[in-house]
């Protein structure tokens, strides 16, 4: 689903790094195409892609959390916390908090821990933030 994406956000930034000084000095001094996009444009890609891909894992955590919410997901024998968090929902008048707090705490958890994981990547990846 999210391939299009990728394809989309990869070529429009080569396009840009294209065109950067650095990468026309290196054609002009004569550096091959592949050397080129090994040495200069991946390496400036791949922060990018890293961060969106860590967007997109916590995009669909939570898509399936919500469907199976929903009654959408996996059948009831496999566990699933948005399931979880459905069946816990009749009993929560009940006073039995802990079967709806517990898995939206693990999907949150979850959630910001693979955005937080995605940050920590892109500082460590992105040359322009480490020179800082």
């Not at 290196?26 to 400036?44: C, E, F, Q, S, T």
């Not at 892609?49 to 997901?73: K, Q, R």
Request: glycine content about 10%; overall charge neutral.
């Amino acid at each position: 689903v999210y391939i299009p994406t990728y394809f989309r956000m990869v070529r429009g930034q080569a396009l840009v790094l294209r065109e950067q000084g650095y990468v026309v000095a290196a054609h002009m001094l004569g550096a091959k195409d592949w050397w080129i996009m090994v040495r200069y444009i991946l390496p400036n890609l791949l922060p990018v892609v890293v961060v969106v891909f860590t967007l997109n894992i916590t995009d669909a955590i939570l898509t399936e959390e919500a469907f199976s919410f929903l009654g959408l997901g996996v059948v009831p024998p496999t566990p699933d916390w948005g399931y979880d968090l459905r069946a816990g929902q009749t009993y929560l008048p009940s006073g039995y908090w802990w079967l709806v707090t517990f898995p939206g705490l693990m999907i949150m958890v979850l959630v910001i821990g693979f955005s937080l994981i995605g940050e920590g990547l892109n500082d460590i990846l992105n040359p322009r933030i480490s020179r800082r």
